[in-house]
């Protein structure tokens, strides 16, 4: 195969086509959608050499010079498909963190590997204080860190504690008479760090809001491992499509933080369709909403990953 053939670009994507796996309040959603094209995402593959890597810094080069574009603000490159880095081509990465620097862009590297990282120190592009650029062991927490810093630039951003108390579903049931009477089903409980609020395999007995704090979704792995698959901020809710499906639970969650949620048992929906039906009815269709939000976003990411 003539490697100078193969674009080391397998994808060209930005924040608003891929997000993180934190799960976010509606408004914060919305915000980080309109802004995300401030982050510029490759994804790489192959055998980088100075070929590959020269043309590379020239589709950056090209994509933050665009006038008629958003401002890139946070550019990462993820090398999770890359198979190795030639010594030459540090020399155009190299290149690019100058050109980065020289537009006030933070440079953002996921996925590399320890012999790539080792290589890149060797050139002094990677330094011990991880300052430029930045370096995170996946592109999950690339995207999560960008995210963080767009949010603190949101304007008029609500605080944790102010948060409509069920997040995403208040804000739903607002727009109706019937969502008032929620609350007499409700549960209010407080959790503490690492306590565990859902445990893989168990029934589906219930589904949570989180009012404020977090929670993180974890897979059991073999050999005892555990990966995290998702972060639940204040606003969100876990737990529902167990109770939904009727099915035992998926995943384990458990609270990163002090954090407090309210708990809908499936006894109390059962009440709710049996005794206000309007209520229950309001319920169900906020839930849609929810639902077809989360689903929403996932299509527009297969789309651009298809393009």
């Given at each position: 195969?003539?490697?100078?053939?193969?674009?080391?670009?397998?994808?060209?994507?930005?924040?608003?086509d891929h997000t993180s796996h934190v799960e976010r309040s509606h408004d914060q959603r919305n915000y980080l959608k309109q802004q995300g094209e401030r982050i510029y995402l490759l994804e790489l593959q192959g055998f980088i050499f100075f070929g590959t890597a020269n043309t590379l810094v020239e589709q950056?080069?090209?994509?933050?010079?665009?006038?008629?574009?958003?401002?890139?603000?946070?550019?990462?490159?993820?090398f999770r498909r890359v198979i190795g880095i030639d010594s030459s081509a540090v020399l155009s990465l190299k290149r690019l963190q100058q050109l980065m620097r020289a537009r006030r862009i933070t440079l953002i590297f996921?996925?590399?590997?320890?012999?790539?990282?080792?290589?890149?120190?060797?050139?002094?592009?990677?330094?011990?204080?991880?300052?430029?650029p930045l370096l995170f062991d996946d592109l999950e927490q690339g995207l999560e860190w960008c995210e963080e810093r767009l949010l603190a630039q949101m304007p008029n951003a609500v605080e944790e504690a102010n948060l409509a108390p069920l997040g995403d579903l208040g804000s739903l049931l607002a727009k109706g008479e019937p969502g008032a009477e929620i609350w007499q089903y409700l549960e209010r409980q407080e959790?503490?760090?690492?306590?565990?609020?859902?445990?893989?395999?168990?029934p589906p007995m219930d589904m949570y809001f989180v009012q404020s704090g977090q929670v993180s979704v974890y897979l059991q792995l073999p050999e005892g491992r555990t990966l995290r698959i998702r972060r639940m901020n204040a606003g969100t809710v876990v737990g529902e499509i167990g109770v939904y499906l009727d099915i035992p639970r998926t995943a384990t969650v458990v609270a990163e933080?002090?954090?407090?949620?309210?708990?809908?048992?499936?006894?109390?929906?059962n009440a709710m369709e049996r005794d206000a039906p309007a209520v229950a009815s309001a319920f169900h269709r906020a839930m849609v909403c929810i639902q077809g939000e989360r689903l929403a976003s996932l299509n527009s990411l297969v789309r651009a990953l298809l393009r």
């Open positions: 195969m003539d490697l100078s053939r193969v674009d080391a670009v397998k994808h060209t994507l930005s924040g608003s950056m080069r090209e994509r933050c010079d665009d006038p008629n574009q958003t401002r890139v603000e946070f550019a990462i490159l993820d996921t996925n590399l590997a320890e012999k790539a990282i080792w290589k890149l120190r060797g050139h002094s592009l990677l330094d011990s204080t991880n300052v430029d959790l503490s760090a690492s306590q565990t609020l859902i445990a893989e395999g168990t933080e002090a954090t407090v949620v309210y708990r809908l048992s499936r006894d109390a929906l």
